[in-house]
């Protein structure tokens, strides 16, 4: 048994951060994710691309965001225990239970959940063969890009994530996208560059087709596309590339007998507790009127979770409101020597 003042469920961009927001308040923090990686969606799901709208930082990628939140959180030493979901959270006297799929069992004073959109899987090509060419030569997201430069790419799917990638990959390689309607969905000026790149004859684009079979036996050689006529192309394609969205599965969460919105946790706006005491919810997880999912409006509810963990981890302290640009105690935990040469 493994005992903390708060464990945090999910390594996303949110949960890291509130592990930060745990730290410098003085509260130790475990932090728990299915995945076998940290930086939730920044890093499962677009980790090259770069983010405009994080406060006081122009342009980085999901990938530097991540990387940036754990130089962050490094001075705090919370460990992080990754592929493993949790499973089970129960009550016990003043304390929470929390049971992961590896049956690792914490003993906390508070909760943060962090899960994002819960699990979150590709929805994935239904052709029974694909499976077996997954992670070979089919994949529902690109971890590298050097990867796919000089291949034939056949990219399937209508909104931003297929637009974009068709785009940026075409840039090194032969990409074929293809899109079961006519109309793609994605943003106006990814459809138009589309386009260009199309007119000039840098991608190729078959709409309204869809996969029909895959050509090759250890490594994929072509693809049947067919269309709503019943109308066959064979396209030579080394790698497929599917962009059909997320299934949103939110997995055990759903048990643990918290105020449900949809798939969301309700809470309120003013530390973001849930209706369970001690439990709080923060990031794209977490509802209440107004919300926007967005990283931004997640690392102000951690600031406010946070404090609101401390209650009930230090029961008999008073919370201090404090600057880290002021406060010894502050800095002390970030092991700051020299403000100076800082
Ligand atoms: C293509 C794309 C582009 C985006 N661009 C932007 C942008 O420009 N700006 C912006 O602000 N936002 C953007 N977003 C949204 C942003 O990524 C999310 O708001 C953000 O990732 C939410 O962070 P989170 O930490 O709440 O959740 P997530 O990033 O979803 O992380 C949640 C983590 O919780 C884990 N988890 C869930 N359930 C459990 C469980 N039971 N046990 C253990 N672990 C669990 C998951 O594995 C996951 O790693 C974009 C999203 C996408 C898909």
């Known amino acids: 048994m493994i005992s903390t003042d708060v464990i945090v469920i999910g390594a996303g961009p949110v949960g890291l951060f509130a592990v930060h927001q745990l730290g410098i308040i003085g509260l130790k923090a475990e932090i728990i994710d299915n995945l076998n990686k940290v930086g939730g969606q920044c890093s499962e799901l677009y980790p090259d691309k770069p983010i405009y709208d994080i406060p006081g930082i122009p342009k980085c990628t999901g990938e530097t965001l991540t990387e940036n939140l754990m130089e962050q959180i490094e001075p705090f030493g919370s460990k992080i225990h990754l592929n493993e979901r949790v499973q089970e959270v129960v009550k016990e006297g003043t304390k929470w239970k929390v049971t992961t799929s590896k049956q690792k069992i914490f003993n906390t004073s508070a909760i943060i959940i962090a899960g994002g959109v819960g699990s979150f899987e590709p929805r994935k090509f239904s052709l029974k063969d694909s499976e077996n060419f997954e992670g070979k030569s089919i994949f529902y997201s690109v971890k590298d890009k050097s990867f796919f430069e000089n291949k034939d790419i056949c990219i399937f799917g209508g909104g931003d994530s297929a637009l974009d990638w068709s785009i940026e990959l075409s840039k090194k390689s032969k990409v074929t996208l293809v899109h079961r309607r006519d109309e ?106 107004g919300k926007l999912k967005l990283i931004l409006s997640g690392f102000h509810e951690t600031a406010l979770a946070a404090r609101g963990c401390f209650k009930y981890a230090r029961p008999n302290e008073k919370y201090r409101f404090e600057f880290t640009t002021t406060s010894k105690s502050i800095k002390k935990r970030l092991g700051v020597k020299n403000d100076k040469q800082e």
């Open 184 to 289: 793609f969905r994605g943003a106006n000026k990814s459809i138009e560059i589309v386009n260009k790149l199309k007119k000039d004859g840098k991608i190729q684009v078959e709409t309204p087709y869809q996969l029909e079979s895959i050509e090759g036996k250890d490594k994929i050689k072509s693809v049947m596309i067919k269309n709503e006529d019943g109308k066959n192309k064979k396209i030579k394609a080394d790698i497929l590339l599917g962009f059909f969205g997320l299934i949103m599965q939110l997995g055990p969460i759903a048990n643990w007998g918290l105020g449900m919105d949809k798939k969301t946790i309700a809470v309120n706006t003013e530390n973001f507790e849930t209706n369970q005491k001690g439990i709080f919810a923060v990031g794209d997880i977490c509802s209440y009127p």
